[in-house]
Antibody, heavy 121, light 108 residues
């Protein structure tokens, strides 16, 4: 079945780094744009980053620009988020999400279960 | 950045009743709006996109309407499984993609 599975979360000290991975299955990964979206404990949803199906177009939220890097490996059906210079305010559940199969609709129809990132000393 | 504002923050409704949730954009987003449902401990689920198009597998009791800056999600007959938090998201003018703060639908 169509599935996204995140991994790589954990506890990290301020200023540290983590790399999140998202393994896709059950669909042609290279056909879809993807995003990372996060949710701080007890809070709402915050879009973090976007990558086009080919990887040629990338966007970031201002809150993570210059610190986070999104990438994908279509041969491995995988999405990544390299997070550097982590701050306490980056503490959240991080979801990878698949975009709707459309060039004009930027909504997300498949989500992973999320991976928790905690930034604390 | 387009700011999305949802109201009310909490909506108390009895099962079988109708629920009406609102989402307002700080500037026009045309019909480029999506709605999601999120239950505790779960990932969000896409309900509506294009302001009124139900996503695959979404029951007909969920309907979306509106355009420009004012949008509504209506749940016609609330079922027990519909008690959750609902988010709107605009994708008209981005980056960034922006979400509303959410409306919690709770049992009255």
């Amino acid at each position: 079945q169509v599935q996204l599975v995140e991994s790589g979360g954990g506890l990290v000290k301020p200023g540290g780094s983590l790399r999140l991975s998202c393994a896709a299955s059950g669909f042609t990964f290279s056909d879809y744009y993807m995003s990372w979206i996060r949710q701080a404990p007890g809070k709402g949803l915050e879009w973090v980053s976007y990558i086009s199906s080919s990887g040629s177009t990338i966007y970031y939220a201002d809150s993570v620009k210059g610190r986070f890097t999104i990438s994908r490996d279509n041969a491995k059906n995988s999405l990544y988020l390299q997070m550097n210079s982590l701050r306490a305010e980056d503490t959240a559940v991080y979801y990878c999400a698949r975009g709707v199969y459309s060039v004009t609709t930027f909504a997300f129809d498949i989500w992973g279960q999320g991976t928790m990132v905690t930034v604390s000393s | 950045e387009i700011v999305m504002t949802q109201s009310p923050a909490t909506l108390s409704v009895s099962p079988g009743e109708r629920a009406t949730l609102s989402c307002r954009a700080s500037q026009s987003v045309s019909s480029n709006l999506a709605w999601y449902q999120q239950k505790p401990g779960q990932a969000p689920r896409l309900l509506i996109y294009g302001a009124s198009i139900r996503a695959t597998g979404i029951p007909a009791r969920f309907s979306g309407s509106g355009s420009g800056t004012e949008f509504t999600l209506t749940i016609s007959i609330l079922q027990s499984e519909d008690f959750a938090v609902y988010y709107c998201q605009q994708y008209n003018n981005w980056p960034p993609l922006t979400f509303g703060g959410g409306t919690k639908v709770e049992i009255k």
